[in-house]
C-alpha cells in the first residue's frame, strides 16, 4: 500500500528526469554487457614476431612475392651419402630383442644397403617434383610450401581452400598420396565429386625446405600466424584447416587465432591438455561404468587399461619428446652427420606409432604398411635439407613455454570441428573428453585401422572422413 | 554397550600391536641380495669350465682408426646455434666447431694411447664375457705395510680413465702430500658395455650383475677383503656389491647418492624442511643445496634427465648415431661434463668445460666410446636398471649395513642429504660437504676425493668397524 502511494507521489523533477534515464542506461548497459560476454569467443592473441637473423631491417616492407621452387640435387649431395652409408657403424642387437630396444640395427643393415643400392634419390626428386612447390619470405623466413589446385572443377561446384599442416618426424611429403583423393575425388573413386579441394602443404619453419628461424621462442602460435599470413597472401580469406602431430596443434590455434577465417578444423590427434580432478574420476568411473562418463564401448576398447595404455605405453614412448624439449641441439647433431642415425631414429617412429605390436617384430613390421622409398624419401627432406636439428628445437620451444600444452585447454576451439580417431593412435581421446576443448565437434569418426601418419598409411580412410566431415560443415 | 565397547577397544589394540610388531620386524629384517648368476656370452653356455686366466692387455690403436676418424671429422655437418642460446639447447654448436678443430689437429691420439698405458691393464672371462680392468699396486711399499685393494667403478658417460688422476693419489700418497697411513691397490674395472669390457649379449645385465661379475673379480684377483668406491653407475654397483658380500667389502665409499624409496617422512621434509631443518634433521648446507625445492629438485631433473629417459627406453636408436658420428658423440657426452660438474656452465657460450678439465682429457675419455664401438651398450644398461621405473627393482629396498663414507659434491645434479642417505645406508661412518666440485669427482677435484677416501679408510682400519656387522 505504502509501495504504491510512493510511486503515485513519484514526482516529475528535474532530478529524476537525470537519474532515472542514467539508471535505466547503466542497468541496461550492464544487461547487454552480461548477455554479449556470454557468448563472446575467446581468441588466442595473433602478435608478431621476425624470425631471420640479425637486426630485423627498420625500413622497407617485407617482400611478399611468392616464387616457384623445385627440389633440386647433385652427384656430390648423392656421393656423400653414399660414402657415409657404405661406412657407418653398426652394433648387433642383443639376441631377442626385435624392436624393444629401439630400431633393431641387423634389420637397419638391409635398409641401408637398400637405400645405398636402390633407391634412387634423382627419381624420387621428380616424384616431389609433380606437385607445385612455392617460397615465400614470412616473418623474416623463407616458408616453403605445395600448392595443389584439381585439374577439374564440375560446373557451379566451389571449390574448397584445404591447409594440411605436417608434423614431426613427418614432412609435406605425408600428403603425397591424399592429395588427389582430394583434388581430383572422383577419379580416384570417392564421392561424386561435390566436393573439391585445392591443396595448400606448408613445411613448419624448421622443417624441410623452410627456412629455420634464428630467434628463440618460435613455437605453434608463430607457426599459426604465418600460415595465416600464408593463406592471406594466397589470396583466401577462408578455409578448411587439417593436420595430425604438431599440424593438430598448430591448426587448433590457428582455430582459435582467427576463428573467422577457418570454416572447419579436421584432426587425426587430439592433443587433451590440463587434466583436473573430473578428469580422474571420470578415469576410474570409466573402467567400470563407461557409459556413465560418456564413453562409448569403443573408447573404453581404446583406452582401457589405463595405467598400461595412458602411462606406461606412454612413458616408454616419449624419451625422445623428452629429450628433444630439453637439449634438441645435443640430440640431433649426431644424427645430422650419420644419415644411418638419422633413418633409425625417424623409422623408428613410423614402425611403433603406426602399429604397437611392431615392437615384437625383428623388422619392425615397416615394410607391411610402407614401401622403403617412401619412407627413405622422407628421411632424405631431413638430411639434405639438414633440417633434424630445427625440427626438434620445435619441442624445445613448445614444451617450454607451455609445458602440459595446455593453452589451447584454456581458450576453447569453437569452429566447426572433425575427428578422425585412428586405432592405433598413440593415445586414444574419447569425444566426451575432446569436447572439454573442441566445443562444436561436427563428426567424430571410429576409423576401422591406422595408426599416427594416418595420411601417409590410409590415405583413402582418412580422405573420405575429411570430405564427410566438409559435407556436413558446408550443409550448415 | 560397555561390552561393544570393550571388544572395539581390544579390535584396536590389536590392530596397534600388529602394526608395531609389524614395523618392528621389518626393521629389523636384514635381507641380503642374492649372487646373480648368469651368462652373457654369444648363443649358448658351452659346457666346458669357464676359462679364469687373466691376461694382460694394452691399448693399441693404427693408422686405419685414425684417418677413418679424420675422415668423419671432416665431412661433419653442423647446425648454427639459436642466437644467445648458449648451451641451454644442448651443446653449442659453434664451440663444438673448436672442439673438433683440436681434436684433428692437436690432439695426438698415439700419445694419449701410451698415457693409457701407463697403468698395468688385463682381461679375464667371466660369466662369459671379457672384462677389462687396471690394476694400479704401489710403485714402493714401506716396510712391513701392505696395499688395501681398492675397487673404483665408473659411470656413464665416464670410463676407468676418470680415475687416472686419482689413482697415483692412492697408490702413492706420500709422493702427493698426503698422509700415508693407508696405501691402496687400486683396481678400475670397465664396465661391461663399456670400454675395453665385452658388451653382454643377452638382455638383463643390470647393477647387479656387474656387481657380481666385479665380486667375481675381485675374488679371482685373490682379495678377500676390499674397498669399494663409486658414482654414477659406479655408486649402485658398489652399493650392490656391499649388499650381495657385506662379509667381503669393509667399507663403501661414494661420491653419489641417490635414494629411490622414499617414504612419507622424506616427502613431508621436501614441503617442511625449509622452515624446520632441525626437525629433519637438515643441515644449513642441506637447506642451502635443496631448497627452493621445485627449482632445485623437480626442474631440474626433468631439464635434465632427457637423455636417461631415452636411454632407458630406446638406446639402440639414440646411440645408433652416436656410433656412427664422432662429433655427434663429442656433443652427446660433452654436455654431460659441462652441465654435470657446473649448472651454471649452462649460461656460456663455451660450456665451461676447459675451465675444469683439459681437451685431451675429455678427448681420451670420448675417444675410449669411439675406438671400442661401446655407446649402444653403454646406454642399454639404463633400460637393463631402470625400465620397469625408478624405485621398482627388489635390491632398492634393501638396506646397506657395511661402512659406509660418503663425500657430497655440492654442484652434483641433486642434493641427497645425509638424513635421507640414512634410510639406506645405515652405517654412515662419514658424510662431508665437499667444498667444490661436481659429479665427475674423480676427474675433476682428485685430491679432494682422495682426502676424503682416505679420512674414510682411517676411520674403518682405527675402530675396525668392519668387524661390527
Request: charged share 20%.
Amino acid at each position: 500500500e505504502t509501495f504504491l502511494s510512493r510511486i503515485r507521489s513519484f514526482e516529475y523533477s528535474q532530478r529524476n528526469a537525470v537519474l532515472v534515464p542514467v539508471a535505466t542506461l547503466g542497468v541496461g548497459g550492464m544487461l547487454v554487457y552480461w548477455l554479449r560476454s556470454r557468448h563472446k569467443i575467446k581468441t588466442i592473441e595473433m602478435g608478431d614476431g621476425w624470425w631471420g637473423s640479425g637486426e630485423r631491417p627498420l625500413k622497407g616492407k617485407e617482400d611478399e612475392s611468392i616464387r616457384p621452387f623445385r627440389i633440386e640435387t647433385s652427384d656430390k649431395e648423392i656421393e656423400d651419402l653414399h660414402y657415409r652409408l657404405e661406412r657407418a657403424r653398426y652394433t648387433p642387437p642383443l639376441e631377442e630383442a626385435a624392436f624393444h630396444y629401439g630400431f633393431n640395427s641387423s634389420y637397419l643393415q638391409k635398409v641401408v644397403a637398400y637405400w645405398r643400392n636402390q633407391f634412387d634419390w634423382r627419381k624420387q626428386v621428380e616424384v616431389l617434383n609433380k606437385y607445385p612447390h612455392f617460397q615465400t619470405t614470412i616473418e623474416g623466413i623463407n616458408i616453403h610450401f605445395i600448392h595443389v589446385k584439381p585439374s577439374y572443377v564440375p560446373h557451379g561446384k566451389a571449390v574448397q581452400p584445404l591447409l594440411m599442416v605436417h608434423g614431426w618426424p613427418g614432412s609435406f611429403y605425408e600428403f603425397y598420396k591424399i592429395i588427389p583423393l582430394l583434388t581430383e575425388p572422383a577419379r580416384h573413386g570417392l564421392n561424386e565429386g561435390d566436393i573439391v579441394f585445392e591443396v595448400i602443404c606448408p613445411s613448419i619453419p624448421g622443417y624441410g625446405f623452410s627456412e629455420a628461424p634464428h630467434k628463440q621462442g618460435f613455437d605453434s602460435i608463430a607457426t599459426a600466424r604465418i600460415f595465416h599470413k600464408l593463406m592471406n597472401r594466397l589470396g583466401f580469406k577462408e578455409y578448411y584447416l587439417q593436420g595430425g602431430d604438431w599440424g593438430s596443434h598448430i591448426t587448433s590455434i590457428m582455430a582459435q587465432m582467427l576463428p573467422q577465417s577457418v570454416k572447419g578444423l579436421h584432426l587425426n590427434l587430439i592433443f587433451v591438455g590440463k587434466q583436473g580432478l573430473g578428469r580422474m574420476i571420470s578415469v576410474v568411473l570409466g573402467a567400470y561404468v563407461p557409459w556413465l562418463v560418456g564413453l562409448t564401448r569403443e573408447d573404453a576398447r581404446r583406452t582401457y587399461p589405463f595405467i598400461q595404455k595412458n602411462v606406461y605405453d606412454l612413458l616408454r614412448e616419449s624419451g625422445y619428446l623428452h629429450i628433444q624439449a630439453t637439449k634438441p641441439d645435443t640430440a640431433g647433431c649426431g644424427l645430422n652427420d650419420s644419415p644411418v642415425g638419422l633413418a633409425a631414429y625417424i623409422l623408428e617412429k613410423f614402425s611403433t606409432w603406426t602399429d604397437k605390436s611392431f615392437l615384437n617384430k625383428d623388422n619392425g613390421g615397416l615394410e607391411s604398411k610402407y614401401s622403403l622409398d617412401e619412407l627413405l624419401t622422407n628421411v632424405m627432406i631431413y638430411w639434405v635439407t639438414s633440417s633434424i636439428v630445427s625440427s626438434v628445437r620445435f619441442y624445445k620451444e613448445n614444451i617450454t613455454s607451455d609445458p602440459d600444452l595446455s593453452a589451447l585447454s584454456r581458450v576453447g576451439v569453437y569452429v566447426p570441428t572433425g575427428i578422425a580417431a585412428f586405432p592405433q593412435e598413440i593415445v586414444h581421446t574419447p569425444r566426451v573428453w575432446a569436447k572439454q576443448i573442441f566445443k562444436n565437434i561436427i563428426t567424430y569418426s571410429y576409423m576401422p585401422r591406422g595408426g599416427h601418419f594416418a595420411a601417409f598409411e590410409e590415405p583413402k580412410l582418412l580422405a573420405q572422413d575429411i570430405v564427410h566431415f566438409v559435407r556436413k560443415v558446408e550443409q550448415l | 554397550c560397555s561390552f561393544l565397547a570393550g571388544t572395539m577397544l581390544l579390535e584396536i589394540i590389536l590392530v596397534l600391536g600388529a602394526l608395531i610388531i609389524y614395523f618392528f620386524l621389518s626393521k629389523k629384517k636384514e635381507e641380503t641380495l642374492p649372487f646373480k648368476e648368469g651368462w652373457w656370452g654369444k648363443g649358448q653356455k658351452p659346457d666346458t669350465e669357464e676359462d679364469t686366466t687373466i691376461w694382460p692387455f694394452k691399448v693399441e690403436t693404427t693408422e686405419e682408426e685414425l684417418s677413418d676418424l679424420f675422415r668423419r671429422l671432416d665431412q661433419a655437418r653442423f647446425t648454427e646455434p639459436l642466437e644467445d642460446s648458449c648451451f641451454h639447447y644442448g651443446t653449442n654448436s659453434v664451440y663444438l666447431r673448436k672442439v673438433i678443430s683440436y681434436w684433428k689437429n692437436q690432439f695426438n691420439w698415439k700419445k694419449q694411447v701410451e698415457v693409457l698405458n701407463k697403468y698395468p691393464q688385463f682381461k679375464t672371462k667371466i660369466q662369459g664375457i671379457d672384462i677389462h680392468f687396471v690394476h694400479a699396486k704401489p710403485p714402493r711399499l714401506p716396510e712391513g705395510r701392505s696395499a688395501k685393494p681398492l675397487l673404483m667403478v665408473h659411470g656413464w658417460p665416464g670410463s676407468f680413465y676418470e680415475f687416472y688422476k686419482i689413482i697415483p693419489l692412492l697408490t702413492d700418497p706420500a709422493s702427493h702430500g698426503l698422509s700415508d697411513e693407508h696405501i691402496f691397490e687400486v683396481i678400475c674395472p670397465s664396465i661391461p658395455g663399456y670400454g675395453f669390457s665385452e658388451a653382454p649379449h643377452k638382455k638383463g645385465f643390470n647393477s647387479v650383475s656387474a656387481a657380481s661379475v666385479f665380486y667375481e673379480l675381485m675374488l679371482r684377483l685373490g682379495f678377500n677383503d676390499f674397498y669399494a668406491q663409486g658414482g654414477d653407475w659406479g655408486w649402485l654397483i658398489c652399493t650392490n656389491l656391499a649388499q650381495i658380500a657385506p662379509t667381503h667389502v669393509r667399507g663403501l665409499h661414494l661420491n653419489l647418492v641417490s635414494v629411490t624409496n622414499l617414504g612419507f617422512i622424506q616427502l613431508l621434509s621436501i614441503l617442511l624442511g625449509r622452515y624446520l631443518p632441525g626437525l629433519f634433521h637438515f643441515q644449513d648446507e642441506d637447506v642451502r643445496r635443496m631448497f627452493p625445492f621445485l627449482e632445485k629438485g623437480l626442474y631440474r631433473i626433468l631439464l635434465e634427465s632427457g637423455y636417461a629417459h631415452i636411454q632407458a627406453t630406446k638406446p639402440d636408436t639414440v646411440g645408433c648415431g652416436l656410433n656412427d658420428s664422432p662429433v655427434g658423440l663429442a656433443a652427446y657426452i660433452l654436455e654431460k661434463f659441462s652441465t654435470w660438474t657446473d649448472l651454471e656452465f649452462r649460461n656460456l657460450d663455451n660450456g665451461g668445460l676447459e675451465r675444469k678439465f683439459n681437451l685431451d682429457d675429455l678427448l681420451t675419455n670420448i675417444m675410449i666410446y669411439w675406438v671400442s664401438g661401446c655407446i649402444v651398450p653403454s646406454m642399454r644398461f639404463y633400460k637393463e636398471n631402470l625400465h620397469k621405473g625408478i624405485g621398482t627393482q627388489k635390491h632398492e629396498r634393501l638396506t646397506v649395513q657395511v661402512p659406509t663414507g660418503i663425500a657430497s659434491f655440492p654442484n652434483e645434479v641433486m642434493h641427497t642429504p645425509q638424513a635421507w642417505a640414512q634410510k639406506k645406508y645405515t652405517n654412515i661412518v662419514s658424510f662431508h660437504f665437499m667444498p667444490r666440485g661436481g659429479h665427475f669427482a674423480a676427474l675433476e677435484e682428485p685430491e679432494l676425493l682422495a682426502e676424503d677416501i682416505l679420512q674414510f679408510v682411517g676411520k674403518v682400519e682405527k675402530e675396525q668397524l668392519w668387524r661390527k656387522k
